[in-house]
T-cell receptor, first 113, second 115 residues
Framework: AQSVTQLDSQVPVFEEAPVELRCNYS??????LFWYVQYPNQGLQLLLK??????LVKGINGFEAEFNKSQTSFHLRKPSVHISDTAEYFC???????????FGKGTMLLVSP | DTGVSQDPRHKITKRGQNVTFRCDPI?????LYWYRQTLGQGPEFLTY????????KSRLLSDRFSAERPKGSFSTLEIQRTEQGDSAMYLC?????????????FGPGTRLLVL
């Protein structure tokens, strides 16, 4: 079985500052990794995903994430955040042959002016 | 492409009543998933279908829960004899099977409050 740990429940940051949201996973087999964003009272929207190949993955809205197999991490970064990035961010994992997603508890990104 | 839709968006019910939620996936998607999300938690898997076949059910899915996808298109999730602990957001997602790391597209969710 796999698991996901999001180390920060809340990350406050000022507008135009850089941000990193941390995600660590545990799995005995190769994984696929995902970051989803959830705005208030809405469903989840895919930001980016890592399947294989280049460990740096670029997604929508200027976000990127880096897969680090040795540290079993998949941290999400953005060089300059906007007020509109305020939302909850979920890291998730699936594996080859098992498409169900296992999610972390989420990190609330709070961007203030 | 109209995306995944769910109905209703909100449901308030009294303990002991039955409720049914509907999910319409993206039309060409053959996989459909149900997740439950409680306050402060990430979504947790409940069950999924490939076409009309229910392939997996989580231990979270008690006997009071039943899901169907009769024609391989829309799906329903029914909760019988609701309990206060059933209060949560119920999310539906769909995907196209066959590709590695297939992307699941989520609907807006149905928020259930059991009084």
């Amino acid at each position: 079985a796999q698991s996901v740990t999001q180390l920060d429940s809340q990350v406050p940051v000022f507008e135009e500052a850089p941000v990193e949201l941390r995600c660590n996973y545990s799995s005995s087999v190769s994984v696929y990794l995902f970051w989803y964003v959830q705005y208030p009272n809405q469903g989840l929207q895919l930001l980016l995903k890592y399947l294989s190949g280049s460990t740096l993955v670029k997604g929508i809205n200027g976000f990127e994430a880096e897969f680090n197999k040795s540290q079993t991490s998949f941290h999400l970064r953005k060089p300059s955040v906007h007020i509109s990035d305020t939302a909850e961010y979920f890291c998730a994992v699936s594996t080859s042959g098992y498409s169900t997603l296992t999610f972390g508890k989420g990190t609330m990104l709070l961007v203030s002016p | 492409d109209t995306g995944v839709s769910q109905d209703p968006r909100h449901k308030i019910t009294k303990r002991g009543q039955n409720v049914t939620f509907r999910c319409d996936p993206i039309s060409e998607h053959n996989r459909l998933y149900w997740y439950r999300q409680t306050l402060g938690q990430g979504p947790e898997f409940l069950t999924y279908f490939q076409n009309e076949a229910q392939l997996e059910k989580s231990r979270l899915l008690s006997d009071r829960f039943s899901a169907e996808r009769p024609k391989g298109s829309f799906s329903t999730l029914e909760i019988q004899r609701t309990e206060q602990g059933d209060s949560a957001m119920y999310l539906c997602a769909s995907s196209l099977a066959g590709s590695s790391g297939e992307t699941q597209y989520f609907g807006p969710g149905t928020r259930l409050l059991v009084l």
